[in-house]
């Protein structure tokens, strides 16, 4: 007789949320990722630095036409629940106090990142896009720039669209707006000059 082989335990958005409410996840930055619960990598100094600028951008160009929030978790099927560094969404007229967004109500998703890079291009991607998220855009910290996608097909877990923005250009924002990349980048580290 044959025994089955092991295989991983795959948690529900509500058994993880359960966990979180406990306390069991206490001090650690976790999301759930296709029912597997991930810790997220402690935030240095310019990924902090970008999330901010994100943050102070949105609010003056879009100001109390959506709802902007930061590193807070979104509802998108019943085994993802992730934790994106700017999310931006509907007004919704409690805050989202009882519940996260959902795919319906998000227009917007941002992943700052460096040595996240692969998974918020792949995985991360994937998920958005199979949610329906219009829009996601990943600050390339490690190439000095900012892809974004569009078009999410779910069939295929893909964006049919995306484009790269350097320095020097400006993305197209919400309600006709533009945001420069200069204004999300921190300048480049300077370099200590030689005697």
């Known amino acids: 007789m044959a025994s089955a082989l092991p295989r991983p335990r795959l948690f529900s958005r509500p058994e993880f949320q359960q966990l979180v409410d406990t306390g069991l996840l206490a001090g650690e930055r976790v999301e759930l990722l296709d029912g597997t619960i991930l810790t997220t990598s402690p935030q240095n100094t310019p990924h902090a630095a970008v999330v901010n600028r994100l943050n102070y951008r949105l609010m003056r160009s879009c100001g109390s036409d959506v709802h902007i929030r930061i590193q807070s978790p979104i509802s998108l099927d019943a085994y993802n629940q992730p934790e994106p560094d700017v999310v931006v969404c509907l007004p919704n007229p409690l805050d989202y106090a009882e519940s996260h967004p959902q795919p319906d109500q998000i227009l917007l998703v941002m992943e700052v990142a460096e040595a996240s ?34 078009d999410p097909n779910a ?29 999300i980048l921190p300048p480049p580290p300077t370099k200590p000059e030689d005697d």
């Open 117 to 150: 890079l692969r998974q918020d291009r792949e995985r991360k991607a994937g998920i958005y896009a199979r949610s329906g998220i219009p829009e996601y855009w990943i600050v390339d910290l490690v190439h000095r720039c900012i892809e974004v996608m569009t």
């Open 155 to 183: 069939a295929a877990q893909r964006y049919e669209r995306m484009r790269t923005y350097e320095l020097g250009h400006k993305i197209p924002l919400l309600h006709d707006k533009q945001v420069a990349v200069s204004d």
